[in-house]
């Protein structure tokens, strides 16, 4: 069974929640415009318009204050969520009191009438970036929020000019209807384009952690498959040398006193039991740790273990093996190594065979390996119940998507077949 694990979400946010990116643009804009309007300071003396010169030095000193409090960071975990709607606000709010000021600069001055007036477009350019942030921000709420309250105060002060006789208020809304527009279209392309970044965001992210739990999934069942086959080597080594140490030292009881000579021959029988198992789990114990798959290839990887299963048996061997190593998924030719290893351990643990014929064919995305012996064979219909390694293989088969099929007739012979068709 494999345990469930939790995986915590890692979206890239902030402590005020803002949208990744977002305050970056949002600091960026108030450097720009305080070294714009540093650059405009220079011109004061030339310029005739009083409201102008009002307009630019409130809006530096504005612009500084707003430069500073986006720089220091504590604020933000401070004020969390309403750290940027107080930013906005301020942003908002400079040009209004920046033009309020001007205009009562220029009455002071003796102006009167539409020379009085503010450009009525030039709001246009000071609430851009405003608008930008609060689209991205807060989506199409937080825009419609915005036009509303943009042009309610600017509706008031339009009002409070045209009943002073000073602007006529038709002046103003034109002003505003024109900056409208223009702002609902930009921050409408805005606010979907965040939204849909937002949505492939978090679809992202969900994929992640689908991806983190299946890889953790995995390498849970690679080490439960590992434990398994690590099961059935000991089981096949270990517990069947002991089994047989048993019965014969039982056996050895028996006769200890009436047969000393049978005894020894018992004892005798014992020492090549145990030397043989032996050699069988120093065997099985370096299966476990070498990989000579990574290191040889899989046509050197197959001979190799089939070298080995010689040596040990002693049987003559015949293979027939593709020129090159085909290409296949290397799960699929670490399967095609262990099943070779295990029907060779069985071949020589149990077949008593004098031949054994190994062939790997690939024929179109067919491949096929085929393991056969002339060994003493066994009863396919009882033999699986306990045999770990025909549950093994068939296991191993099962994860590649494979048929494995299992002929054996007794002293006959047995005959292993996998197939795939590689994908």
């Known amino acids: 069974m494999v345990d469930n694990v939790l995986i915590k979400p890692n979206l890239p946010t902030s402590p005020a929640g803002i949208e990744p990116g977002l305050l970056q643009i949002f600091r ?47 604020l933000q975990r401070w004020f969390k969520w309403a750290y940027l709607l107080l930013a906005i606000i301020g942003a908002t709010l400079a040009p209004f009191i920046a033009q309020t000021i001007a205009v009562y600069a220029r009455l002071d001055a003796g102006l009167s009438g539409s020379a009085v007036a503010n450009d009525p477009n030039s709001l246009l350019l000071w609430f851009f970036t405003p608008l930008i942030v609060v689209a991205a921000q807060y989506g199409l709420w937080g ?18 000019l045209a009943n002073a006789d000073i602007v006529p208020l038709n002046n103003s809304l034109e002003g505003l209807v024109i900056r409208n527009i223009v702002f609902l279209a930009v921050g409408f392309i805005i606010a979907r384009l965040i939204a849909e970044q937002r949505r492939q965001r978090k679809s992202l992210h969900e994929v992640n952690v689908q991806l983190t739990q299946m890889a953790v999934t995995l390498e849970q069942l690679a080490v439960s498959r590992e434990r398994n086959r690590m099961a059935r080597d000991l089981h096949d080594t270990l517990a069947h040398t002991l089994s047989a140490v048993a019965i014969q030292l039982e056996a050895v009881m028996t006769v200890w006193e009436q047969s000393p000579d049978v005894a020894r021959q018992r004892i005798e029988r014992i020492q090549e039991i145990t030397r043989n198992g032996l050699s069988e789990t120093r065997h099985a114990l370096k299966a476990l740790r070498s990989s000579p798959l990574d290191d040889l290839g899989l046509l050197m990887a197959l001979q190799l273990a089939a070298d080995q299963a010689t040596n040990r048996a002693g049987f003559k061997l015949q293979t027939d093996f593709p020129d090159t190593n085909p290409e296949m998924p290397h799960e699929l030719a670490l399967n095609i190594v262990r099943i070779t290893e295990e029907a060779l351990n069985n071949i020589v643990r149990h077949a008593e065979a004098s031949h054994v014929w190994i062939s790997l064919t690939t024929d179109e995305g067919n491949i096929q390996l085929k393991i056969r012996d002339n060994g003493v064979g066994f009863d396919t219909s009882t033999s699986a119940d306990g045999h770990y390694g025909l549950v093994g293989m068939r296991e191993r088969a099962a994860l590649c ?16 077949i996998f197939s795939v068709k590689e994908t």
């Open 401 to 416: 998507g494979a048929d494995l099929t299992i002929e054996s007739e007794q002293h006959f012979g047995t005959t292993i």
């Open 28 to 74: 960026w804009y108030t450097v720009i415009q305080w070294i714009i309007l540093g650059l405009g300071l220079f011109s004061l003396e030339n310029q005739e318009d009083v409201g102008t010169r009002v307009i630019i030095v409130v809006m530096l000193i504005l612009t500084t204050v707003l430069m500073i409090y986006l720089s220091i960071n504590r």
């Open 143 to 160: 825009l419609f929020t915005f036009l509303m309250t943009t042009s309610t105060i600017d509706i008031y002060f339009a009002l409070r």
